[in-house]
């Protein structure tokens, strides 16, 4: 018996529903076990309990226990975005998280969102199962590097100045050239606090109408983009698609520069599909210590159209 797999048993009597005031310590004590050393739900918990647009919803057993919560945060045109999954380590392998999800999208469908997404480590299995059960279909492996910008990074040629040259403000007028470039690597996405989100012409046009996106043409044809994502005084966020591997050097000296100018002490964040030649820029940045890769391994963003 002991070489038996283990079997899954379908959750009983499991409620999702919205979180109680009274429920915060149970959802933090859900925490444990992580895939991530250092898990982020209790630095956002607050901030996602007061925020109207996000919805925590827990799954809760026959005795009234907290077993299980994720965060469905509604975002701009019809999109929604998931995040914070947790089951409790004695309620796992029951589809508690199958639950989980089936909730969410009948949320997103009651709500007259098209589009659902989040993003999950690219070895944690559970979810990729439970994403393939559900019928999403995957957006590719990302990475977040993040680095605390210092004053060296506002130089012109200090290190932190690899090549910033070269790089235009783009326009509206802009959109359909790079949807069209964006279209071939299948990567029309970019990311705003944490939350990947379609790029498509309504929301390039936005991004540029707002200042936030950059390009880079290359000596050879190949091409890099930037698009920001939140900006404050305290964080600059970019997305950054491309072939060119110079035009990401350019892009990321930029960014960096961009950052300092800001706030010497800023947090840049920089979010890259895993096959971006800015991916392998930012890992050698790694390796020299000027950046850190923010939960140490690549994350897949899975989608549901609605
Ligand atoms: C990931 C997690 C939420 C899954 O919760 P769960 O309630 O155990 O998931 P379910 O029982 O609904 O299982 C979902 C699917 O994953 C499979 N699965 C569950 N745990 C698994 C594991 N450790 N390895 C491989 N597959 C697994 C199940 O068999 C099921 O597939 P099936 O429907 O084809 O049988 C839970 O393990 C957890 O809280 N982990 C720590 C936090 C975390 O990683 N959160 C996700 C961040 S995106």
Known sequence: MKDMPQMKTQA???????????ERDAVLGLRQDTLYSEDYLPAVLDTWLADPDVRIRVAVDEAGEVVGVHAFRKLEDGQCWLSGLRVRVDARR???????LEDAIELARSEGIRTLRYATATDN?????????QRLRSRG??????????PSDCQQDGPGAIRPEGINVLGAADAPRILSLLKTGARTLYVESYAWRSLDERSFARL?????????????????????????????EATLHGTDMLCAQSLIGFLRRTACE?????LLTLHVPQENPAASILGSLVRQGELRHVAGRPHRVWELAL
């Open 141 to 150: 492996a990302w990475l977040s590097f993040e680095r605390r910008v210092e």
């Open 262 to 266: 800001t706030n010497p002490r800023q």
């Open 125 to 133: 299995e559970a979810v990729h199962q439970l994403s393939r059960t």
């Open 208 to 236: 540029a109408s707002e200042g936030r996106a950059f390009g880079c043409a290359g000596e050879t044809g190949g091409w890099g983009i930037a698009l920001l994502g939140r900006t404050g005084d305290d964080e600059l």
């Open 12 to 22: 009983k009597n499991i409620l999702i529903r919205d979180i109680r005031p009274d």
């Open 94 to 100: 029951q589809g508690v998280a199958t639950l989980i």
